[in-house]
């Protein structure tokens, strides 16, 4: 039997056999034997750091009590480091100007922000069928900042689900006036997937969409293709929560056309979008191109319906539409409208006094 006594004093980084102390009346020869060993696994372990801090000097030129960054900024306490603003390195935006995340939060502040709408129409007729709704940020020079530039930015400093909101309650607007003037559109509101993450978004939002149920039928939430790849069992249960209250979706930017149509259908989505130049490639001497025939035939037998994006000559639209496409998105049928919100109404101010009619 062996019977060690081990006293251990706070262990550094790594286990120091100083640190270690034993009963040598208590200890057995096996244990002895034991307790070697142990002090070999220790300087072995010593050298291999020693080791790999002499490789680190060599490839970066450091010294090991040279500080660096990161490890300065890890000494710093925990609400100094959740205190600094770390600025985002600026992108180009669309109109050649450095964008940042800053620049997105100062923007959403303030409220320079326009909502647009860009008609989705017939291939033949070019009647409207729905509008998808659009937001365009402005920086503080007055220059449009285009989504492809602040999305990105926006889902990195938690502002999507800021831009979210404010594109569904311009949309619901919509919809409301669409129903007012007895209007029958459809409008596509794009959504990140932060908006099915974040909890502190997400019951609100269904509480709204849950009383408004009656525009279930025309308010159609969008999601990218590689968002919804991205899901998690949390988003796709939120998805179906959604669903489960009549409303449906749209997957866009669709570049994989490998997909389990019925199990979208299944989800919730009645739409997809997918570009123009993808559905045109691939002709053959005829000039029938039989993948996007098989495509749109297996969309439509899914019960969903294609939609041909960034359409911009007829001559493709007619072909397209030969394939079986009845949808279509593009300068085509119309370039995205800005659409300006509803003045205040003007109080009347000492209104003049009407005329009396005489009597007699």
């Known amino acids: 039997m062996i019977i060690m006594t081990l006293s251990r004093s706070p262990s550094p980084r790594l286990p120091d056999a100083e640190h270690y102390q034993h009963d040598d009346t208590l200890v057995t020869a096996e244990a002895r034997a034991w307790m070697s060993d142990f002090h070999a696994e220790v300087e072995l372990a010593r050298r291999l750091q020693a080791q790999k801090a002499a490789t680190s000097e060599i490839m970066t030129g450091k010294t090991e009590a040279e500080p660096e960054p990161a490890r300065a900024e890890r000494r710093l306490a925990p609400w100094e480091v959740l205190s600094r603003r770390t600025p985002t390195p600026p992108v180009k935006g669309g109109t050649g100007q450095d964008v940042s995340a800053d620049a997105i939060r100062e923007a959403l502040e303030a409220k320079r922000t326009e909502f647009y709408l860009q008609p989705i129409a017939g291939m033949k007729d070019r009647k409207v069928r729905f509008y998808e709704g659009l937001t365009r940020l402005r920086d503080a020079r007055g220059k449009v900042i285009m989504p492809a530039v602040y999305l990105p930015l926006a889902m990195k400093a938690g502002l999507a689900c800021d831009i979210d909101n404010l594109l569904m309650l311009r949309c619901l607007r919509v919809l409301e006036s669409f129903k007012a003037r007895k209007y029958d559109f459809g409008v596509f509101c794009n959504f990140s997937r932060q908006a099915l993450q974040n909890q502190g978004f997400y019951r609100p939002f269904l509480e709204l969409m849950e009383k408004r149920r009656d525009l279930a039928d025309s308010l159609i939430f969008e999601f990218s293709q590689d968002v919804l790849n991205a899901f998690g069992q949390s988003e796709l249960n939120n998805l179906i929560g ?37 559905l045109l490639k691939g002709e053959d001497r005829a000039g029938m191109n039989f993948v996007t025939v098989l495509l749109a035939q297996q969309v439509r037998e899914s019960g969903l319906k294609l939609i041909a994006q960034k359409l911009e000559i007829q001559d493709n639209a007619d072909i397209l539409f030969n394939y079986g496409l009845r949808l279509g998105q593009g300068y085509l ?3 995205p409208r800005l659409i300006r919100p509803p003045a205040a109404p003007r109080r009347a101010t000492n209104p003049a006094p009407q005329r009396r009619r005489a009597i007699g």
């Open 333 to 335: 049928f119309g370039k």
């Open 242 to 278: 959604l669903a489960d209250l009549g409303f449906h979706f749209s997957l866009d930017n669709v570049h994989d056309l490998n997909m389990n149509f019925e199990k979208l259908h299944q989800l919730g989505f009645r739409y997809i979008k997918v570009d123009s130049d993808i």
